[in-house]
C-alpha cells in the first residue's frame, strides 16, 4: 500500500516534535553546530516540516523531464547502467594497446586513454626528462603511436575518452589514424576530457598550456569544428573534479563549474552559435568525496540548477540540451596512506554516493592510488567495487532511491542556495573568465583548502589512521610499482628519431604555417588547422609549440 | 651576506618536472608562513637550475620539494645541482606521494626527510625549523 505524502500542518505534528526536540535536547545537552563540508547546517532530524512535497512537480518531477532533479533519463540506471570507464595509460603506446585489449576482452566498450605528463605539459619525449617519460601515463607523440595504440582495435566501435587539453592533439592523431584506416569522422566517438582550460588555469595547473586569451578562442573553435564535423563527439567536458581536488568544498565545485559551463556557452552564442546544437554535446565531471549526502544533494542540485538555466538564461528548447550528463570520479584526497585497504571501504561509500547522485559513468579509485600509480590488481578491485554495488548490493533497481528523503530533499534544496550563491559571486565578478583572470576563484579555493585541512589538523574532521584509530605498520600491505624500464623508452625515443626524419617535411611545415596564421585570422577555425597538421605528419610537440608561440605559453596564476 | 640564525627560517616550496597538482604544496607553503617563516613560492614545473638560482638569490635554508606523480625522481639531480653550486648546506625535503622504495633512495641522495600524505602541520613546521638552524649552523662551520 503507497502512502500519501504527509500534508503540513498535520494535527498533533507541532506538539509532537516539540516532544521529541525537548527529550532530544535533555539527552544532548549544549550541542555545537554541524556544519558539512560545504558550511551547510545539519540538523539532527528532518521531517515534514522541512519538506512536505508540495512543490513536487516543480522541484522534482519526473526522470528525464525538467527539473530533472531525478535523473536525466526515462530509466536511469534501471535501464542502462553508467559506463565504467576506469582510466589507463602507462609506458608505451605498446603498453597502452595490451592493456586496452585486456579490457576490451574483458567485455569494455568505453576505454580512456591517459598520456604521459610530458604530453600534458605539451611537450615530445624528447624535449623532456627522460626519467619522467611514461611513468603516468601512455607516451604518444604522433600518428604512428596513437596507431599503435589501437592496433587491432577497430576505433569506430569505441567510445574514448582522451584527456587531451586543448589544442586537442591527441583527438586530432586519432582522426589522422581514422583516415589512415579509412574509416570517416563521423563514426569516431568519445570525449574530449581535459578541455576545460578554465579549471587548468585555476586548479590542475598540469594541463594548461596556451595563454588564457588563446585558450578561449581555440576551444569554441574545437566545439564548433566538433559541431559541423564530428557529430559522435562530445568535445566539452567542464571539470568541476579540478576544482574540488583543488581545495573548493564540494557547493563551490558545482558552482564553478555551472559558471565555467555558462561561460562556455555564452562564448559559443558570441560566435554565432545556436544553444541547441552545442549543449546537448556539454559533458561535466566531478569529483565524489566521501561526505556522502553532501554529494548525493550536490548532484541533484547541480541537475536542477542546470536545467533550470539553460531553459531561462539561453531559452534551450531540445530537452537534450537540459540533460546534465556526468562522469564521477571517486575523490583521491580522502584516500590515505596509512592502512592504505582501508581505501577500498572509502572508494566503497564515495561511488554509492556517485550512484545515488545518478551519474552516467564512474571511475572508482584504486585502493593504492596515495602510494603510487596503481597497480593492476587494485585497479581490478576498484572495477569490482562497481560490480558489486550494482549487482550484488542492487542499487540500481529504483530511480533516485534517496528521492523523497526529508533530509536528502532538505539538503539538496539547502546545497543549491549555496551552489547559487557562489555563481552569483561568480556573476558579479564579470563571469568565470574575468573571476579567474583576477584571481577571486583562486583565493576561494585556496581558502577552503587550507580549512578544511585545518578541520583535521584539529581533529574535528576525523580521517581513521591519520588523526584517529592508529596503528604501528610494517609497510607490508603496500603494492610493488612498476615503471618502465629505461632502455624501453630509448626504444620509444629511437622511434620518435626516426618517424621525425622519415616524414614529408615540405607537407608538415605547410600545415605547420597554415596553423600558425590561423592564430591570428578570425576567419580561420585554428581546431581544423590542428588537425589539418596532424594529418600531415606534425608531431603533438611541433604542433602546441607552435601555438604557444602565436598565443603565448600558458602560465596559471598561482596564489597561496 | 648572510641571514642571521636568529632570524626566520627561509623555505624554498617548488615543484620540479611536469606535474602541477599543487594543493599539497599551496597547504604546506601557508602552515610554514603562519609558523612565522619566510616563505618563498613558485609555480609547479621549475627546472632544476632555475632552482638552484632561486636559493642562490632568496638565501634559503631549506628547500621544499612537493611531488603528486614521479617528479620526485629528479630531485638527486637537484641535491647534486646545489652541492655543485656551493648550496650544500641548504637541507631539501620532499613531501607527496612518494612509494617507499623510491624514499630510501632519495634519503640517500642527500634529501633530509620525507613527508608522506596524513604528516601533521605541526611535523612538518618543527622538521623544517630544525632543518634550517642546522643548515645555518651547517654553513658557519
Not at chain 1, 607516451?139 to 586543448?166: H, R, W, Y
Not at chain 1, 555563481?423 to 584571481?439: F, I, L, N, Q, T
Not at chain 2, 638527486?76 to 633512495?105: F, N, Q, Y
Amino acid at each position: 500500500m503507497s502512502q500519501r505524502p504527509v500534508q503540513i500542518p498535520l494535527p498533533g505534528f507541532e506538539a509532537a516534535r516539540a516532544r521529541w526536540q525537548d527529550t532530544y535536547n535533555q539527552q544532548m545537552g549544549e550541542e555545537k553546530v554541524r556544519r558539512n563540508r560545504s558550511g551547510v547546517e545539519i540538523r539532527a532530524l528532518y521531517t515534514p516540516g522541512d519538506w512536505s512535497g508540495e512543490r513536487y512537480l516543480e522541484d522534482l518531477g519526473f526522470p528525464g523531464e525538467a527539473p530533472m532533479t531525478r535523473g536525466i533519463y526515462p530509466s536511469m540506471h534501471r535501464g542502462r547502467t553508467w559506463s565504467q570507464r576506469q582510466l589507463i595509460g602507462l609506458g608505451t603506446p605498446e603498453d597502452y594497446n595490451a592493456r586496452l585489449a585486456r579490457i576490451l576482452d574483458a567485455g569494455g566498450s568505453a576505454v580512456s586513454l591517459i598520456p604521459c605528463n610530458s604530453v600534458y605539459r605539451g611537450f615530445d619525449a624528447d624535449e623532456v626528462d627522460a626519467l619522467l617519460l611514461g611513468t603516468c601515463g601512455a607516451v604518444v607523440n604522433t600518428v604512428d603511436d596513437m596507431d599503435t595504440c589501437f592496433e587491432g582495435v577497430d576505433v569506430a566501435a569505441l567510445s574514448t575518452a582522451m584527456n587531451d587539453p586543448l589544442p586537442f592533439t591527441l583527438l586530432a592523431l586519432l582522426l589522422a589514424v581514422a583516415k589512415r584506416r579509412g574509416i570517416p569522422w563521423d563514426k569516431v566517438t568519445g570525449t574530449s576530457n581535459q578541455s576545460d582550460y578554465i579549471s587548468h588555469f585555476v586548479a590542475n595547473h598540469m594541463f594548461f598550456r596556451i595563454a588564457l586569451p588563446g585558450s578561449r578562442r581555440v576551444l569554441v573553435d574545437h566545439i564548433d569544428f566538433a559541431s559541423r564535423r564530428l557529430p559522435g563527439w562530445n568535445p566539452l567536458s567542464v571539470v568541476g573534479q579540478h576544482m574540488q581536488q583543488g581545495g573548493a568544498t564540494p557547493a563551490e565545485a558545482m558552482g564553478l563549474t555551472l559558471s565555467t559551463a555558462v561561460q562556455y556557452a555564452e562564448d559559443c552564442i558570441a560566435r554565432g552559435m545556436d544553444p541547441d546544437t552545442f549543449l546537448p554535446r556539454f559533458t561535466f565531471f566531478f569529483d565524489i568525496s566521501i561526505s556522502f549526502f553532501e554529494e548525493v544533494a550536490k548532484m541533484r542540485a547541480g541537475r536542477r540548477i542546470w536545467c533550470r538555466l539553460v531553459r531561462e538564461r539561453f531559452g534551450a528548447q531540445d530537452p537534450r540540451s537540459w540533460r546534465f550528463k556526468f562522469h564521477g570520479q571517486t575523490s583521491g584526497v580522502d584516500l590515505t596512506r596509512q592502512q592504505p585497504l582501508n581505501n577500498i571501504a572509502r572508494v566503497t561509500a564515495q561511488a554509492m554516493a556517485g550512484i545515488f547522485g545518478g551519474l552516467q559513468s564512474l571511475h572508482t579509485d584504486s585502493h593504492d592510488e596515495v602510494l603510487s600509480v596503481p597497480t593492476e590488481d587494485a585497479a581490478r578491485i576498484a572495477i569490482s567495487t562497481q560490480n558489486i554495488l550494482r549487482e550484488e548490493a542492487h542499487l540500481v533497481d529504483v530511480i533516485d532511491p534517496l528521492g523523497g528523503s526529508y533530509y536528502v530533499e532538505k539538503l539538496t534544496d539547502d546545497m543549491e542556495e549555496e551552489i547559487l550563491s557562489v555563481m552569483k559571486r561568480v556573476d558579479d565578478a564579470g563571469g568565470m573568465y574575468r573571476a579567474v583572470e583576477s584571481g577571486m576563484v583562486q583565493s576561494m579555493i585556496g581558502a577552503s583548502a587550507l580549512a578544511f585541512q585545518e578541520k583535521i589538523e584539529s581533529g574535528e574532521q576525523t580521517v581513521v589512521g591519520v588523526n584517529a584509530y592508529r596503528v604501528e605498520e610494517d609497510g607490508s600491505s603496500r603494492g610493488a610499482l612498476s615503471r618502465p624500464l629505461p632502455e624501453v623508452m630509448q626504444t620509444q625515443l629511437d622511434r620518435l628519431a626516426r618517424y621525425k626524419a622519415s616524414r614529408e617535411m615540405a607537407a608538415v611545415n605547410a600545415a605547420l604555417d597554415a596553423l600558425a596564421r590561423s592564430a591570428h585570422d578570425d576567419g580561420e577555425n585554428v581546431y581544423e588547422k590542428v588537425v589539418d597538421a596532424a594529418v600531415a605528419g606534425a608531431t603533438h610537440g611541433e604542433i602546441v609549440a607552435r601555438l604557444r608561440e602565436e598565443m603565448g605559453f600558458g602560465e596559471p596564476l598561482v596564489q597561496v | 651576506m648572510t641571514t642571521p640564525r636568529e632570524e626566520p627560517a627561509r623555505v624554498l616550496v617548488t615543484k620540479l618536472g611536469l606535474d602541477g597538482h599543487d594543493r599539497g604544496s599551496r597547504v604546506v607553503a601557508a602552515f610554514l608562513r603562519d609558523a612565522g617563516m619566510e616563505v618563498i613560492y613558485t609555480s609547479p614545473w621549475q627546472e632544476i637550475a632555475a632552482v638552484v638560482q632561486l636559493a642562490l638569490q632568496e638565501d634559503v635554508d631549506v628547500i621544499g620539494i612537493s611531488s603528486l606523480a614521479t617528479d620526485h625522481l629528479l630531485v638527486p639531480k637537484l641535491t647534486m645541482a646545489l652541492a655543485e653550486a656551493g648550496l650544500g648546506h641548504v637541507r631539501v625535503v620532499v613531501g607527496g606521494i612518494v612509494p617507499d622504495e623510491d624514499e630510501s633512495m632519495l634519503l640517500d641522495a642527500g634529501v633530509s626527510r620525507v613527508f608522506h600524505p596524513g604528516s601533521t602541520r605541526e611535523e612538518i613546521t618543527t622538521k623544517v625549523d630544525e632543518l634550517a638552524r642546522r643548515a645555518r649552523d651547517r654553513r658557519m662551520s
